[in-house]
């Protein structure tokens, strides 16, 4: 069964949208209305089967660096511990502890309200090119993505999955629409439509919004793979800025 946004049932065959071509086409279309959920309860199973097994060899293999990373962080600022915990959204807006290595400095939540009119997103986001707040290290940390590494724990506790809708904070969540909270009827992920776009912090929150919902109606097993390898190709490239 199927259920659009008003909660009727719809026949997928007649609604829903085919899936594009390549990622870098979603940016260009129009925004659509019509939304369609699914229940996947076979795609699902997989796709925890998936995210439990990569996390445990990902953590595994990655222990050292993480020990590396946690040492030099703490070497260049003795006062930042090498960890940043946070509450963020997940499925159906359910809280839970968000990790990810210290990029910014310690004081960085109190300079936040200083930095709102540089700020180069709209919507509720916050997101400025070059943010005074973040460390040197940070911003290695930041271009390589390394920063997210330990949310491969969260993938494993499942709070998040490999792939989705990356998870809000819940001050933002606060400023949705009810077209805004749809991203937050599947598990957050590392990465998703949006993470692999070139230049994507030049798009609208909006277009954001419309790039998330359209993962939830074409999401895959398929379409996970293919943005996972999209996201490592971004991060060689350095490409998402």
Not at 7 to 20: I, K, L, M, Q, Y
Request: charged content about 30%; aromatic content about 12%; overall charge neutral.
């Amino acid at each position: 069964m199927e259920l659009n946004v008003s909660g009727a049932v719809v026949d997928r065959n007649e609604t829903a949208e085919e899936a594009p071509e390549s990622v870098d086409s979603l940016a260009e279309e129009k925004v659509k209305v019509d939304f369609i959920y699914e229940e996947k309860p076979v795609y699902d199973f997989i796709k925890r089967v998936f995210d439990i097994f990569f996390s445990v060899l990902a953590l595994i293999v990655l222990c050292p660096l993480f020990i590396i990373i946690s040492v030099v962080i703490m070497i260049h600022d003795r006062n930042l511990k090498p960890f940043f915990i946070q509450n963020r959204c997940g499925k159906n807006g359910k809280q839970f502890k968000f990790y990810k290595f210290r990029t910014m400095c310690v004081d960085a939540e109190s300079k936040l309200e200083q930095l709102q009119e540089k700020n180069e997103m709209d919507g509720p986001v916050f997101k400025i090119t070059e943010d005074p707040r973040i460390t040197k290290i940070g911003k290695v940390l930041r271009a390589t993505g390394i920063d997210e590494l330990p949310q491969l724990w969260n993938i494993l506790k499942g709070d998040m999955s490999f792939v989705g809708p990356r998870p809000p904070i819940p001050k933002e969540v606060e400023q949705y629409s009810d077209t805004d909270r749809l991203r937050l009827l599947v598990k957050p992920g590392l990465t998703c439509y949006w993470q692999v776009l070139p230049k994507r912090n030049s798009i609208s929150f909006e277009k954001w919004m419309e790039l998330d919902r359209k993962y939830i109606q074409q999401r895959s097993f398929w379409v996970d793979i293919k943005l996972i390898f999209k996201t490592a190709v971004s991060v060689f490239n350095r490409e998402g800025c």
